[in-house]
């Protein structure tokens, strides 16, 4: 609802303690279409620079629900990523994008030994 350049001029004020706030509070976006546009992109190529950014970024976009295994979440989570990094030309984007992807490789390979134990893997 906020023009962006207002906000981008409040954060510019004290971009130490703002720009993380931003990450914190952007919408998460899911689809390739919507992500150029952005705040969560916008956000990353402004301050991606900074790991307190990423790291509100990633706590935001893994603040989720789902149905089904956990496993295929991750996996489906993951797909979308690859499909913003494919495509992504800014440094600090694909920075972003490179360590989140890394982290959902790991829930990946957690949620698979957890349903192998509940019996859900067969």
Excluded: C
């Excluded at 990353?44 to 295929?72: C, F, H, I, Q």
Aim: glycine share 6%.
């Amino acid at each position: 609802m906020m023009p962006r350049d207002k906000i981008w001029e409040w954060v510019n004020e004290n971009v130490e303690k703002r720009a993380w706030f931003v990450a914190h509070i952007a919408p998460k976006t899911t689809s390739l279409d919507k992500w150029w546009n952005s705040l969560a992109r916008e956000v990353l190529v402004r301050y991606g620079n900074r790991k307190d950014v990423r790291g509100e970024l990633r706590a935001n976009y893994s603040t989720e629900g789902w149905t089904g295994p956990e496993s295929m979440h991750y996996q489906a989570k993951k797909l979308t990523l690859l499909q913003f990094k494919d495509a992504e030309t800014d440094g600090n984007v694909k920075q972003w994008l490179d360590e989140y992807i890394s982290i959902v490789d790991a829930e990946i390979k957690r949620a698979r030994l957890e349903e192998e134990r509940e019996g859900l893997g067969d």
